[in-house]
Each structure stands twice: as structure tokens, then as C-alpha cells.
């Protein structure tokens, strides 16, 4: 295999600064990461991976995307490092007291090689807004979208090939600043890697068998619910844990105030369908409000159906015709059983039903076998 200095022109004023450590590089006297070597692109087309049995697990890539912000200073543009392990200090606010957010988009990969963005845009204006409410420094949407353009390029070879899959990326706000009393960070580090993934859930694209949650509470009223903080993820392992045990494939939540309406999946949004009508639960605080959701509301009007978002009572899971998850990860995923109170109810699953429908359609717009309409679409090139 050969390896050239990269050819996308757009990298290299990035790619200059990589090679040489700065001050900037730098938390308190500590390496912020590892000295790198002037980074050089493969000239393959694709990595060398066994497309058809990608799954949903961390695959490392060549680059990973890194920028800093002190306190009462704005993010500028960053650069591209190796893929690899940061340092930071023990004392770093995202360690201590779990000021972070995340995000998840994808790209991918059309039959002309030219590779899409969708709707990226939207997760950097949800990751304003995360970061307002965790009193942190955030990039810009330009430089957001920018950041997620230049890890593409990076790890162009690492986008599956058309219908195996997509290149999901990961962009990271974290404090990194150290502090030991209850305060926001002094530095915040913005980042992006990236993992070819395929299939989120084991099944596939198999119906899902979800179990609702009645002893443990994703969220509450007035909490965080409403914005992608790290810290609303890991509380619900041990629900999801207990579930997976138990043969289910993921766990639903009911809100934490009544305990009698439906609120989201652990890592996706949830819909009901009966006829022409879907109803979704409305984004009161509590429940976050997905990129992949908003664009099926949208879809699924243009389609002609009613769509409702407000208060689903868990009641309602009984008369639904069909249930789906909606989430990037997951993209539109069918619901085959619901699980509440040990009674197991059926849903409508496969051909012809409003769930492939919707996701023929969203996914037709992601990987441009259906014009877009919308401007949705972004080109990286």
C-alpha cells in the first residue's frame, strides 16, 4: 500500500500545525495529547474491512478532529491529530462533575463516491444549546459544521460503500479545565472521531421487543433531559442491563411525575401509529428533541399522515397498530412487542407498513437515492 501526503487542498493549512506541539496543546504543564507526526493519507479507497458484518461497535479511523476554548474566549478552528488517547487533568470539570455533551450525526457514501452530510447543522444547534444549560463555551455552527467536514475528508476511506453502512461521527464538548469547588470549567476541548457502523441493535433491522420502565426514571421535570448531556447516559445502564437479561432489546421510559406517559427509548425517541394518525410525545424539558424525530414529523406530514406531538399515555400502547424508534443511531426503527406490567403487546411489522415507509424515505434523502427537497443535504468535498 502507498501512502502520499493527503490531496484534499481544503486540509492542509490543518495539516501544517499538526506535526508540532503548542501552547495551545497544553492543559496547566500537562500534554493536552501525544506529539504527532505530520499526518499522511492512504490513497486507498477503502480501509481494509469486512463491510458485511460491520455492526454498531467502535471501529478507530486515521483522525480525529481537536479545538480548545479558554473561558470568555471563542472557539476557532481547530486541528486534525491522529486518532488516539488524550491526557488531561484529573481535576478536569468534565471528570469531576460531568460537564460534557455529545453528539451524533453521520455520512455517507453515494454511488458516485460523493459523500453526504445530513442535516448537520441541526446538531450543532442543539449542542449550543446543550452547552448554554451546562454554562459551557460551545463552536459556532459554522465552525461546527466545518469540524465535521474536515473529519470526513480525514477519513474518507473509513465511509462504507453504498447500502453497507454509514461513517458515524462523534463530536465531544467537554470541560477539560481543571477545578476542584462546584464551577464551570476554565477550558473547554471540542472534538470529533469517527467509526464505520452499520445496524445500532443486535437485531438488525429485525423488529424491536421493548420493556417498559417503571422503577427507574430516564429524566425529570426541569432537569436535563431535554439537552445530549453526557451525564444523562449512564444512569440508564442498569435499567437497560436488567432488560437485555431479560431478552428485550432496549428499555421505555415513562415520565417521572405520574408514571403513566410515555416519555422516549434509553438512546431514541419513540412513535405510535393507529391509521393516519402518529403521535409522538411532545419535548416538554424531558425528552430530547431528535434531528432523526423532527425530520419524520416532516416527512410523515408530506406523506399525508396526522402527526400529534403531545402527552401519549402508556394506555394508548394498547390500541397502536404499529410502534417505532426514531434516532440517528437507530435511524427508523420498527417496534414488534412492548412489553408493560408483564402483558406483552404486538405490533404491526414489515412491508407496507408506515415505519418502512418513513424510513425508506428519510433514508432514500441520507444516501441521495431520493432528491432532496429540503436542503437537508450537505456535499463534502
Known amino acids: 500500500m502507498i501512502r502520499r501526503p493527503v ?3 481544503s486540509l492542509t493549512r490543518l495539516l501544517l500545525r499538526t506535526g508540532s506541539a503548542s501552547a495551545s496543546s497544553k492543559i496547566g504543564t500537562q500534554n493536552w495529547f501525544a506529539s504527532q507526526p505530520n499526518p499522511i493519507y492512504s490513497e486507498d479507497e477503502y480501509a481494509d474491512v469486512d463491510w458485511d458484518s460491520l455492526g454498531f461497535g467502535l471501529m478507530p479511523t486515521d483522525y480525529m478532529y481537536i479545538s480548545k476554548c479558554c473561558e470568555g474566549q471563542n472557539f476557532g478552528e481547530g486541528q486534525l491529530s491522529r486518532y488516539g488517547n488524550i491526557e488531561l487533568s484529573p481535576s478536569a470539570g468534565v471528570l469531576n462533575y460531568g460537564q460534557g455533551l455529545f453528539e451524533g450525526t453521520k455520512a455517507y457514501r453515494k454511488e458516485n463516491g460523493r459523500v453526504l452530510l445530513f442535516r448537520p447543522e441541526q446538531n450543532g444547534i442543539r449542542m449550543k444549546i446543550g452547552a448554554e444549560r451546562m454554562c459551557m463555551a460551545s463552536p459556532s455552527i459554522d465552525n461546527f459544521v466545518h469540524a465535521l467536514k474536515q473529519t470526513v475528508l480525514a477519513n474518507k476511506r473509513w465511509i462504507p460503500p453504498p447500502g453497507k453502512g454509514s461513517l458515524y461521527l462523534r463530536p465531544l464538548l467537554i470541560g477539560t479545565g481543571p477545578v476542584l469547588g462546584l464551577a ?5 476541548t471540542f472534538l470529533i472521531y469517527a ?3 452499520r445496524n445500532y441493535f443486535k437485531e438488525g433491522s429485525a423488529p424491536l421487543n421493548l420493556l417498559v420502565e417503571e422503577n427507574f426514571d430516564r429524566a425529570s421535570r426541569r432537569g436535563t433531559g431535554n439537552v445530549k448531556t453526557i451525564s444523562n447516559y449512564a444512569p440508564v445502564l442498569m435499567a ?11 428499555v421505555l421510559y415513562l415520565d417521572s411525575a405520574t408514571k403513566k406517559n410515555l416519555e422516549e427509548v434509553s438512546s431514541c425517541n419513540i412513535f405510535i401509529a393507529k391509521g393516519k394518525c402518529i403521535a409522538t410525545p411532545a419535548t416538554n424539558g424531558t425528552i430530547l428533541s431528535g434531528i432523526t424525530r423532527k425530520s419524520v414529523i416532516e416527512i410523515a406530514g408530506d406523506h399525508g399522515y396526522q402527526v400529534e ?6 394506555d394508548e400502547l ?3 397498530d404499529e410502534v417505532f424508534c426514531t434516532g440517528t443511531a437507530v435511524g427508523v426503527a420498527p417496534v414488534g412487542s412492548i412489553t408493560y406490567q408483564d402483558k406483552r403487546m404486538d405490533y404491526i411489522t414489515g412491508s ?3 415505519c418502512e415507509e418513513l424510513n425508506s424515505t428519510i433514508s432514500g434523502i441520507q444516501t441521495g437515492t431520493i432528491e432532496d427537497k429540503k436542503g437537508w443535504i450537505i456535499e463534502v468535498n
Do not use: C, H, L, M
Open 7 to 9: 490531496s484534499f487542498p
Open 184 to 188: 464551570p470549567a476554565s477550558e473547554y
Open 195 to 197: 467509526s464505520p457502523v
Open 240 to 250: 437497560q442491563t436488567k432488560a437485555k437479561q431479560r431478552g428485550f432489546s432496549d
Open 309 to 314: 406531538e403531545r402527552v401519549v399515555g402508556v
Open 318 to 320: 394498547i390500541e397502536a
Open 352 to 354: 407496507g407498513t408506515i
